[in-house]
């Protein structure tokens, strides 16, 4: 089984050799803000900006010089938030994220896709006494209430992403090298990016059963992308040091390698409701000195429903115990300007988690969230969560918790 595996992963890494035609888009996941939010003058909210707005289109424009001269394009998110539980239920967290993303067209300053330096670096630190796990600790579920968490410290601070990426044959092939996240490269969902854009918990907006993605490590990533499809591969570091800031080269002499590889259409118009993006990604790690060899399966897919819903569906499978959960499933939908304010969104979305350890019973929750575009660079989001039968407390019936997020742009 696993030398199958393997096999269909190294094929899908060779698919992009043989055909060199079509104009691909690319996402980038949790960094899409790089890109989606490059102008955000143009950006109106629900607070007038007047008083203020000279000092923003000074800054505005200085973005813009600086990547017309510079070829740098960088976007600063700043992002704390806050839960409590509700009721019955006990304990409070805060958290504050600060995400420093930056792109720099090395080659040609007006065209990032003849070569680019790309740059991610997360601070992560816990406001207050109780990390995310100790809140969750409290409520007595396993399934984690938010991201960010810091524990067993009150701080964490690493490179998530540090690579050079480079387009080739028309734009049909991308290519990169160097320390790589896959939380920008696969598993994605238009509707479900991160907890600090939408859902407020990791059970839907990210995947808490496979490895890959709790991991960061030296490899490679090559794409290849058509109108209606793309292929997409990567072999990378399976022991990497996540302690070390930087790039941690001295593993790679351990000779372990995870492979992730995966296949998605992107249809233009499906059954005449709208574009969408159906994933299937696999995925192989050799055995390490901290954990067993493992292989896993998910889908993820993100529909349109005319210009106002999205729907999205996402399913992981592992047969490993590297995270708490060996399987999970998530769905729900998305309203799209609501009330007609254009930037806002309204998501609700229900998982349900299996855990690795089979003593616990299973958990399923609920994420209601309504961010709300307050200016140009600031968006505000009240949430409540409901998780039923939560699995480290089998004397409660379900866990109660409401969640405020500010986002500042930069």
Same mark, same amino acid.
């Given at each position: 089984m696993v030398k199958k595996l393997k096999l269909v992963i190294a094929i899908a890494m060779l698919l992009p050799c043989y055909?060199?035609?079509?104009?691909?888009?690319?996402?980038? /996941?949790?960094?899409?803000?790089?890109?989606?939010?490059? =102008? #955000?003058?143009?950006?109106?909210?629900?607070?007038?900006?007047?008083?203020t707005k000279p000092i923003s289109d000074a800054y505005f424009d200085f973005k813009s010089d600086l990547e017309d001269n510079a070829g740098v394009n960088y976007l600063l998110e700043i992002s704390p938030q806050y839960q409590t539980g509700v009721g019955e239920s006990n304990g409070h967290s805060s958290n504050n994220e600060t995400n420093l993303i930056v792109q720099w067209a090395a080659i040609e300053h007006d065209n990032?896709? #003849?070569g680019n330096l790309l740059m991610w670096y997360q601070w992560s630190n816990t406001l207050g006494s109780d990390t995310t796990s100790d809140f969750a600790s409290d409520l007595g579920v396993l399934s984690p209430p938010n991201g960010g968490d810091t524990s067993p410290s009150s701080h964490r601070d690493l490179f998530q992403h540090f690579a050079w990426e480079q387009w080739f044959a028309d734009d049909s092939i991308r290519l990169m090298v160097g320390k790589l996240t896959t939380r920008v490269l696969f598993n994605l969902n238009s509707y479900t990016v991160s907890d600090r854009e939408d859902f407020f918990t990791p059970m839907i907006v990210n995947n808490p059963v496979v490895h890959?993605?709790?991991?960061?490590?030296? /490899?490679?990533?090559?794409?290849?992308?058509?109108?209606?499809?793309?292929?997409?591969?990567?072999?990378?570091?399976? =022991?990497?040091?996540?302690?070390?800031?930087?790039?941690?080269?001295?593993?790679?002499?351990?000779?372990?390698?995870?492979y992730v590889s995966e296949l998605g259409l992107t249809p233009q118009d499906v059954l005449g409701l709208g574009s969408g993006v159906y994933r299937l990604t696999l995925s192989y790690s050799d055995e390490t000195d901290a954990f067993e060899k493992s292989n896993s399966i998910s889908v993820s897919a =993100?529909?349109?429903?005319?210009?106002?819903? /999205?729907?999205?569906?996402?399913?992981?499978?592992?047969?490993?115990?590297?995270?708490?959960?060996?399987?999970?499933l998530a769905t729900g939908f998305q309203i799209k300007s609501p009330l007609n304010f254009d930037n806002d969104r309204i998501g609700l979305g229900g998982w349900w988690g299996k855990p690795t350890n089979d003593r616990l019973d299973d958990e399923v929750g609920v994420d209601?969230?309504?961010?709300?575009?307050?200016?140009?660079?600031?968006?505000?989001?009240?949430?409540?969560?409901?998780?039923?039968?939560?699995?480290?407390n089998q004397n409660k019936n379900q866990a109660a918790l409401a969640q405020m997020r500010i986002r500042i742009l930069l």
């Open positions: 055909s060199l035609f079509a104009e691909p888009q690319s996402e980038y /996941g949790e960094i899409d803000a790089l890109f989606d939010y490059q =102008d #955000r003058s143009q950006r109106t909210g629900h607070i007038k900006q007047e008083p990032a896709k #003849r890959y993605t709790a991991r960061v490590g030296f /490899g490679t990533y090559i794409e290849f992308k058509q109108p209606t499809y793309y292929v997409s591969g990567m072999m990378r570091d399976a =022991d990497a040091d996540l302690s070390k800031k930087f790039i941690d080269f001295d593993s790679i002499n351990s000779g372990n390698w995870e =993100d529909q349109d429903v005319g210009e106002h819903y /999205g729907l999205f569906f996402r399913y992981a499978f592992s047969d490993d115990t590297f995270r708490a959960f060996e399987q999970r209601l969230f309504w961010r709300l575009q307050l200016s140009s660079i600031i968006e505000l989001t009240p949430g409540f969560q409901m998780i039923f039968n939560p699995a480290l």
